[in-house]
């Protein structure tokens, strides 16, 4: 099982990125997928996640302003991120569970992509 994430790079105070991951190895129609993002010197915390059906979480301080969206005939979740601010910047990472609700924590996870850089800064 593998997972890759990709569409990380340098954005501007109130710009935008679109994050891909793409998993491979297994079928994930069936299992939800997160991201997680992890800032220099912080702990690794939960972004966004949407469950095998489509049912999507966020972070308070994401809200409004990140989309998670999934095409599983591609095996790929999406994170569309606008409205971007310098605290977004970080390490962004995907992952998926092994089960199709989608959780908040980041041990539920049992599959990570190895993380994409986001930097906001003008």
């Known amino acids: 099982v593998q997972l890759q994430a990709f569409g990380g790079g340098l954005a501007q105070p109130g710009g935008s990125l679109r994050l891909s991951c793409a998993a491979s190895?297994?079928?994930?129609?069936?299992?939800?997928m997160g991201w997680f993002r992890q800032a220099p010197g912080k702990e690794r915390e939960f972004v966004s996640a949407?469950?095998?059906?489509?049912?999507?979480y966020y972070a308070d301080s994401v809200k409004g302003r990140f989309t998670v969206s999934r095409d599983s005939a591609k095996n790929t979740v999406y994170l569309q991120m606008n409205s971007l601010k310098p605290e977004d910047t970080a390490v962004y990472y995907c992952?998926?569970?092994?089960?199709?609700?989608?959780?908040?924590?980041?041990?539920?996870?049992?599959?990570w992509g190895q993380g994409t850089l986001v930097t906001v800064s003008s």
């Open positions: 190895g297994r079928t994930f129609s069936r299992y939800a």
């Open positions: 949407i469950s095998w059906n489509g049912v999507t």
């Open positions: 992952a998926v569970r092994n089960i199709g609700a989608a959780g908040t924590k980041d041990y539920e996870y049992a599959y």
